[in-house]
């Protein structure tokens, strides 16, 4: 069974910087695509970052974000980071981490694609 975790959230000051990291366990062939989405409060989940593997991997980003977010991999270790620099507080939500399709081995070892992966969230609070 694939999961994903997220921590590093907190409570942080206006300007101030956090990096959130997530884990994908399991026995795990390969992930393309993760992603970092958000929901604040009363609002719906939107799109932080996403991140693709590969020849013509790219890294988009949010406009609310873009300059100050900077999502990196470790495709190693299944990983992905979040560095959130010059934090408002319009960016307190909780963050999600999410992949879209995930290669992995199901416990008779057979090779398994499973869909649309999330993460419990990890809640970023920026405020004086």
């Known amino acids: 069974q694939v999961r994903l975790e997220e921590s590093g959230g907190g409570s942080v000051q206006p300007g101030g910087s956090l990096r959130l990291s997530c884990v994908a366990s399991?026995?795990?062939?390969?992930?393309?695509?993760m992603a970092w989405y958000r929901q604040a409060p009363g609002k719906q989940r939107e799109l932080v970052a996403t991140?693709?593997?590969?020849?013509?991997?790219?890294?988009n980003y949010a406009e609310s974000v873009m300059g100050r977010f900077t999502m990196t991999r470790d495709h190693a270790k299944n990983m992905a980071f979040l560095q959130m620099n010059n934090l408002r507080p319009e960016d307190t939500a909780v963050y999600y981490c999410?992949?879209?399709?995930?290669?992995?081995?199901?416990?008779?070892?057979?090779?398994?694609?499973?869909?649309?992966?999330w993460g419990k969230g990890t809640l970023v609070t920026v405020s004086s």
């Open positions: 399991g026995y795990i062939i390969n992930i393309v695509t």
């Open positions: 991140d693709t593997a590969g020849i013509d991997g790219t890294t």
């Open positions: 999410n992949s879209p399709e995930i290669r992995y081995y199901n416990n008779v070892g057979a090779v398994t694609t499973g869909m649309n992966y």
